[in-house]
């Protein structure tokens, strides 16, 4: 069964710091991995995917994520950190046990960017 | 643009009452889910639904029940509400299969008094 662990459920960095947002999946297949983000009391909206091919994914707002099979990583970095991007972030793995396209969701790792 | 659309942003009910929320998306998508979200606890999935009048449940379904009698529109019931439903619901959409990931709706945040 597929799982989604991220480490650190609150991070903080200051205005212009690297983001770096850990995500580890457990799957049993080639998975198909998730970035979302949440600000407050909204819904969740896509950052960025994996599926196939290149391993280094862009996503909007300047973010970006690597799959790495070997490390069963799937981390979220962003070079400079800016204030709007103070939120909750949501790693998720696809459940490919059904194909019916159900995701996984890891707990979810708040970001606050300090001045 | 696509959207998913959630009735109410916010709510209020009292223990006991039967709420409907509801959940409409206007991309033709086969598969919507229910899910609450809260703190600490992130994401767990109540029911979702792959067709029209098909319905499974998630992880987390005593108290709810859903129909599906369209395809657009999927609505979560809490037959007898609790205290302990007080939360975040979210609502998502995808096409069938597992590399698109969903759209979410903007949430509905219930609080039963």
């Known amino acids: 069964a597929q799982s989604v662990t991220q480490l650190g459920s609150h991070v903080s960095v200051s205005e212009g710091a690297l983001v770096l947002l850990r995500c580890n999946y457990s799957s049993s297949v080639p998975p198909y991995l998730f970035w979302y983000v949440q600000y407050p009391n909204q819904g969740l909206q896509l950052l960025l995917k994996?599926?196939?091919?290149?391993?280094l994914v862009k996503g909007i707002n300047g973010f970006e994520a690597e799959f790495k099979k070997s490390e069963t990583s799937f981390h979220l970095t962003k070079p400079s950190a800016h204030m709007s991007d103070a939120a909750e972030y949501f790693c998720a793995v696809s459940d490919r046990s059904n194909q019916g396209g159900k995701l996984i969701f890891g707990q979810g790792t708040e970001l606050s960017v300090k001045p | 643009d696509v959207k998913v659309t959630q009735s109410s942003r916010y709510l209020v009910k009292r223990t006991g009452e039967k709420v409907f929320l509801e959940c409409v998306q206007d991309?033709?998508?086969?598969?919507m889910f229910w899910y609450r979200q809260d703190p600490g606890l992130g994401l767990r999935l109540i029911y979702f639904?792959?067709?029209?009048?098909?319905?499974e449940k998630g992880d987390i379904p005593e108290g709810y029940s859903v129909s599906r009698e369209k395809k657009e529109r999927f609505s979560l019931i809490l037959e007898s509400a609790s205290t302990n439903q007080t939360s975040m619901y979210l609502c998502a959409s995808s096409p069938p299969g597992e590399a698109y990931g969903y759209t979410f709706g903007s949430g509905t945040r219930l609080t039963v008094v």
């Open positions: 994996y599926t196939t091919g290149a391993t």
């Open positions: 991309m033709d998508h086969e598969n």
């Open positions: 639904s792959y067709d029209v009048k098909m319905k």
